[in-house]
């Protein structure tokens, strides 16, 4: 167990919806990053944050979105959702401490996933 | 643009055997390079190589980074049915923001 919680575990809906997927990062982990894993494309890096702030953007659709919370929870939300769109989304945190520019980038801690497939 | 390419794609080897995974990148402004381990769901964290740090050890595991190469190798020795995964290579690079590019990954099964 990695202490990095993601909810719901499977998600099901329909093309054209919305959703959001949560993710509480271990204790006292300031970054959190967004993956997105599918069959066909591996691992792909959607997002970071840091202490509230986007930190790094990788390969993420407009009609993604996400945000970290003050209690630096985050969630990822996802529009018109589209078939294309299943996969695995997985969140990890990592501690993240560095001095000024060029943060360095610690252990990323991945939380278990949520499996989201768009019928 | 930014690639990471891992090889091989998959290896089968028998318990006890050493083993080399490769990974190379073409990346602007390197940073770091990470190797995880993915089992049933989640990557696990095994090293990260800077330049300032190109050998890693960690009992069988053992990784080197070779930064005039533009490569990594992981190497796995006496390999146990336990090592069977797929084991990701992940570069993380600054281009006006840092970002973090993954390979498709090397699967590994070690065979009793």
């Known amino acids: 167990d990695s202490g990095v919680t993601q909810t719901p575990k499977h998600l099901i809906t329909a093309t054209g919806q919305r959703v959001t997927l949560r993710c509480s990062p271990r204790?006292?982990?300031?970054?959190v990053y967004w993956y997105q894993q599918s069959l066909d494309q591996g691992l792909q890096f959607l997002i970071q944050?840091?202490?509230?702030?986007?930190?790094a953007k990788g390969n993420i659709l407009e009609r993604f979105s996400a945000q970290q919370f003050p209690d630096l929870h985050s969630e990822l939300n996802l529009s018109s959702l589209e078939l294309g769109d299943s996969a695995l989304y997985f969140c990890?945190?990592?501690?993240?401490?560095?001095?000024?520019?060029?943060?360095?980038?610690?252990?990323?801690?991945f939380g278990p996933g949520t499996r989201l497939t768009v019928l | 643009e930014d690639k990471v390419v891992q090889s091989p794609l998959s290896l089968v080897v028998h318990e006890g055997d050493t083993v080399t995974l490769n990974c190379s990148y073409e990346?602007?402004?390197?940073?770091?390079l990470l190797w995880y381990k993915q089992e049933k769901k989640a990557p696990t964290f095994l090293f990260m190589l800077t330049s300032s740090g190109i050998e890693k050890k960690s009992g069988r595991l053992s990784s080197i980074l070779d930064k005039k190469e533009l490569s990594s190798i992981l190497n796995i020795t006496a390999t146990q049915t336990g090592d069977s995964a797929i084991y990701l290579c992940?570069?993380?690079?600054?281009?006006?923001?840092?970002?973090?590019?993954f390979g498709t990954g090397t699967r590994l099964k070690v065979l009793a």
């Open positions: 204790s006292g982990d300031l970054s």
């Open positions: 944050y840091y202490n509230g702030e986007e930190r």
């Open positions: 992940a570069v993380e690079a600054i281009s006006g923001t840092y970002k973090y590019i």
């Open positions: 990346v602007t402004n390197f940073r770091s």
């Open positions: 990890a945190s990592s501690p993240q401490v560095g001095t000024g520019v060029g943060l360095r980038a610690n252990e990323q801690f």
